[in-house]
């Protein structure tokens, strides 16, 4: 009896330390999230979105940085997203799981794993001092690509694997070729699931610092960057740089929160978007 | 399905002038899709080719136990001095502390979320899961920075609230997400007869998950918290804001610690191109890129590893 009454009391007891860890997590995240919106939102205002830094970056905006973290994101995108999207088609259309297939699958493994860091050093040492686009934003977005690269793969794979049979035989069956069907039934059908893993993957990307620190973020640029060429400012830098390198921390702190609620909101903007809409083509399948 | 495609050329008929136009509309295509989708091979052949061809010639101005063993990480006095034994036990360091706190609260999460969980809540828990891992380091780094380490110097009396601690503790909450995630995939996955075979022997709910549940997925939860140690090997943003960056070997939980990855990014920036500090870090960053791979053949390894779930 008295065990039966212990195990119970185990039973309760682990089911309430459960709910404990769980609310505790949401706990820690909620409590960030309202940390930073309430240090953070008196720095917002339309001037801070809107103005350059100016004062040696003590005074001013972020508009720079802003627009470089975009900027960084489409050329990221631009090299990523066909890349990505014609690779999941090869894995799930063409590939008939040879040792190529095999080869492939696992280089794309190994890419997801390598840190953000040492990419970082690929692309200085590839991108920019090989290829001579020096520090640039092309040798930035391209890096940040590579990053992007994995995560877009199997994002699009999903999307193509959850195309129906039947939407594939039906094009067949009325002569189309194998191209036919990927390029007007197949990919059309996957459109919407491959986007969603786009959104999801631009989230990601907006916010990583370590694989442009050495490629073409750097710490003040007077202006917008006009070509791909230019260096830029990017707002996960930007932070960075306000936080550890200013000369003037105190001054400064104002602009740091205002500028973390400013990428806090792009990011979790970007992926809140990406999954909510995950979110309805579930409920459509 | 791959047949259909064949027989509408092979039977062109009287519409055999575009035969030919048709094949190459295929071939094309296909040669293309092939060659960009290869494009994958090339870049992680790359990766390892540039770091080793960057990272190799330190060994022309040092021994590998010089490096291995060295203590001392002065790559710009004069006489330079490369060991990063120091580096490398930061790294060590840091990630076991944060795998210590991330890898069994992830469990933890993850068994709630797929077994007490109300299915309400369910979807609740795993977008806020989710939004934890979306935190971009660079903020969880500032957070280190900026409201841990003050109040960590003050309660702890410590030199600095820049440390060890400081910083497994904020790796943890970024591997966490990770971990929870693909654990909870693999809890899920059991199948629910286990669950009831349990239950029909009289166990209790948590009886059935710690010593049914668990086991059945013990596959999936190895190789999610393998993933996630590899984040936290390759993380950089939060160590470099908030481990302190002294190069010593840790003894305390209170040591500030310079990681392998905090190292390059907060050293690339100054280093000439193609000078010996250049190279030695390049090697750094080939030892993380051979850590990840070993890591992630021990994933393929466990995935593959007899076919029984």
């Not at chain 1, 690929?122 to 992007?148: D, E, H, I, K, Y």
């Amino acid at each position: 009896m008295s065990i039966y009454l212990l195990r119970r009391a185990a039973d309760r007891a682990s089911t309430a330390a459960l709910y404990g860890c769980m609310a505790l997590s949401a706990a820690v995240l909620g409590l960030i999230l309202a940390f930073l919106a309430y240090r953070g939102v008196g720095a917002i205002s339309w001037e801070f979105i809107s103005d350059h830094p100016r004062a040696g970056m003590t005074e001013g905006g972020i508009v720079t940085p802003i627009a470089g973290t975009v900027q960084l994101i489409l050329v990221s995108m631009a090299f990523a997203f066909p890349v990505g999207v014609t690779t999941a088609v090869y894995f799930n259309e063409y590939s008939r799981g040879g040792a190529l297939t095999k080869a492939l699958r696992l280089a794309v493994r190994s890419l997801a794993s390598v840190p953000s860091v040492v990419l970082g050093l690929f692309g200085l040492a590839f991108f920019c001092v090989f290829l001579r686009f020096g520090a640039s934003l092309l040798s930035a977005g391209l890096t940040l690509g590579c990053l992007a690269l994995p995560t877009l793969i199997t994002a699009s794979e999903t999307a193509l694997q959850n195309v129906p049979r039947e939407f594939r035989d039906a094009s067949y069956a009325l002569g189309g070729t194998r191209w036919q069907t990927i390029y007007k039934v197949v990919l059309p059908s996957a459109f919407p699931g491959i986007i969603t893993g786009g959104i999801l993957c631009v989230g990601r990307v907006a916010g990583e610092t370590a694989p442009i620190m050495f490629t073409g973020a750097v710490f003040f640029a007077p202006g917008f960057a006009r070509s791909i060429f230019d260096s830029v400012m990017a707002l996960p830098y930007h932070i960075y740089v306000l936080a550890t390198a200013g000369t003037r921390i105190d001054k400064t702190e104002p602009l740091q929160y205002g500028t973390i609620l400013v990428l806090l909101a792009l990011v979790l903007g970007i992926s809140m978007v990406g999954i909510v809409a995950r979110a309805r083509l579930r409920k459509r399948l | 399905m791959e047949r259909a495609g064949e027989i509408v050329i092979t039977t062109g008929g009287p519409r055999g002038a575009r035969r030919g136009a048709r094949k190459w509309g295929e071939i094309v295509p296909k040669g293309v899709v092939t060659s960009v989708a290869l494009s994958g091979i090339w870049l992680m052949a790359f990766i390892i080719f540039f770091l080793i061809k960057e990272g190799a010639p330190i060994l022309k101005e040092t021994s590998l136990t010089e490096i291995a063993l060295g203590q001392l990480w002065y790559p710009v006095s004069n006489p330079p001095s490369y060991g990063m034994l120091p580096l490398i036990a930061g790294s060590a360091a840091v990630t076991l502390l944060s795998s210590i706190m991330a890898i069994p609260f992830g469990v933890v999460l993850a068994l709630f979320i797929s077994d007490v969980c109300p299915e309400r809540a369910r979807e609740f828990c795993k977008v806020s899961l989710e939004i934890l891992g979306f935190l971009p380091s660079v903020v969880l780094g500032f957070i280190g920075m900026a409201v841990i380490a003050p109040h960590m110097q003050m309660k702890l009396e410590l030199l600095s609230g820049l440390n060890m601690l400081n910083a497994s503790f904020l790796l943890g909450i970024l591997i966490l997400p990770t971990i929870a995630t693909l654990s909870e995939d693999s809890l899920y996955a059991v199948p629910q007869a286990m669950r009831d075979a349990s239950y029909a022997l009289g166990g209790t709910r948590c009886e059935t998950m710690f010593k049914v549940v668990l086991k059945c997925a013990s596959r999936g939860i190895a190789q999610a918290a393998i993933l996630g140690v590899m984040r936290s090997v390759g993380e950089t943003m939060v160590v470099l804001m908030a481990a302190g960056g002294a190069a010593i070997i840790p003894l305390a939980m209170s040591d500030p610690v310079r990681p392998l990855t905090s190292t390059i990014a907060a050293e690339m920036g100054e280093t000439p191109v193609g000078s010996p500090h250049y190279h030695a870090l390049f090697f750094m960053g080939c030892l993380l890129l051979f850590i990840t791979i070993a890591l992630n053949i021990l994933v393929l390894r466990i995935e593959s590893g007899g076919g029984e779930k």
